[in-house]
């Protein structure tokens, strides 16, 4: 897309609000293309998702086995991820609940718990994987990675 001066107009002029809904949805036909802003917002969220925004929890309450993908405990640390982006703060978009979530596999020799879910936040709702791993199984730790697909 060009304007009058045939410069590309790309959506550096927009505000984050405008922005955000374009990292974790389709983009819709006639948008301009991102420009650095987009682009950076787009780094810093796929980094932070990409590399599983890792938060370690321990529970002293929790005995045996590994949170599954329904309980407080993953649900709360999701939620936890989504709320602390950058880009969701900068929106002023928050998280509301995870609904259909399920389990997509178990793996007993690594001892990772894969999951899947709709999530609505105040932008609307999408889908997130996440998963659930020791971290120290010993004293009861282990940390939830997520990414909004």
Do not use: H
Not at 103 to 113: D, K, T
Request: aromatic share 10%.
């Amino acid at each position: 897309m060009e304007n009058q001066n045939n410069k590309e107009v790309t959506t550096d002029s927009w505000s984050w609000k405008e922005i955000l809904p374009l990292l974790v949805k389709p983009r819709p036909e006639g948008t301009p293309p991102a420009g650095d802003k987009e682009n950076n917002a787009i780094l810093a969220s796929r980094s932070v998702l990409g590399l599983g925004l890792v938060y370690y929890f321990a529970s002293f309450f929790f005995a045996g086995g590994l949170p599954s993908c329904d309980s407080d405990e993953s649900t709360s640390i999701v939620a936890q991820i989504v709320n602390d982006l950058p880009v969701v703060k900068r929106a002023g978009e928050k998280f509301i609940e995870l609904k259909s979530i399920s389990e997509n596999g178990f793996n007993e020799e690594s001892q990772l718990r894969s999951c899947e879910a709709t999530l609505i936040t105040t932008a609307g709702k999408d889908t997130v994987q996440y998963s659930v791993a020791w971290q120290d199984q010993d004293k009861g730790e282990y940390y939830v990675n997520a990414r909004i697909l």
